[in-house]
């Protein structure tokens, strides 16, 4: 038994049975028949037998699944920065996490279509509690972070998982999906934990820190949506820190999130992929300890990933409803604003004052960070 069998995916030998095994699930039926919604169950299950990799699984229907996705509920997906990176190269992207399951889908559907190294991405056990669901991050490439572990199971369970993302990049050649912090943003403040950094520094051996991070090929990734489907469903999380109290998530929460992800309107999604971390890390060598180094890198990703998010109208829109301004007028028209202020109406209770500065916040931060780098920030609108 392999040390990575508990946090593994399928091996390509283990692809067709477990996809015959959930083929007749009531969520595989729903899943297919979303994906392929002129197409008898029966010619999908047909071709499921003939199934036998990963890769034959995403190509074949994974893939059109997220185009589907894309059709029916955004107004397209575009790039930038892909055009710096070799295709045949296994990297680290190290993303700002908005949405459990499309950050990373749609960074793949990109490198599908552009010809590189898709990637074995990371996501929380707690997600896939469901079998179905399970199985289908399993045959999707995923490997599992473990969740919910005592101190001392925790570092273990970093530990493996670290030698288990040095083997995929360095053994496997595979590129690998990590978000830059554990949860998504719920705040719209993208900032990458040092845990993170942490975890994957346990497998350097006898590389000093820097070294090592330089093997990795660490490309930042920002994500943006112009609308966020689960903003709502962020606020009570938000409103429980805000008053102090503890968050208890309900029973199918993540799951329902997950679905609101998928299918709620997102409009326009843009990607840009940053450039490797390279150069930037022999700049910090010298610096006296390990956890400033940890602090200067993570502090690299997040200069990568907000300076190049991607400001569409709604973050414009949001900082001078905010603000109660007109200071970015110019980047969004009165039908947009419209629109984005009767969605604040139908999603919370616009007298509710802290709910309504919470949701404006969520959608207007990226564009206070981006100020932050003294650009302007309307400048970045047609990138």
Partial sequence: MSKFDEIRPFYDHEVNEALRGIARDPMMTALMGFTFPDVDKQVWREQFKNIH?????????IAHTIRQILAKSSEGLTTSGFEKLDPNTPYLFVSNHRDIVLDTSLLNLVLLEKGFIMTSSAIGDNLVQKTFLHVLAKLNRNFLVQRGLSIREQLKSSQTMSEYIEQLLHVEKRS???AQREGRTKDGNDATQQGVLKMLAMAAGDLSLTDYFKTLKIVPISISYEYDPTDS???????ARHRDEEYIKGKD???MTMLSGVLGQKKRIHIHAGTV?????DDIAHLENKNKQLQAIAQMIDDSILQNYKLWPTKFIAYDLLHDTDTYASE?????????VRRLEMRIDPSDAVSKEFFLAMYANPLINKMKYGQNPGSNVSQ
């Fill in 253 to 255: 929460e993540d799951f």
């Fill in 53 to 61: 990799s990963i890769s034959d699984f995403q190509h074949q229907f």
């Fill in 176 to 178: 690998v999906w990590i």
């Fill in 332 to 340: 969004y028209t009165e039908q947009e604003k419209q629109l984005f």
């Fill in 233 to 239: 469903l962020k606020m009570p999380q938000l409103l």
């Fill in 277 to 281: 971390l390279d150069a930037e890390l």
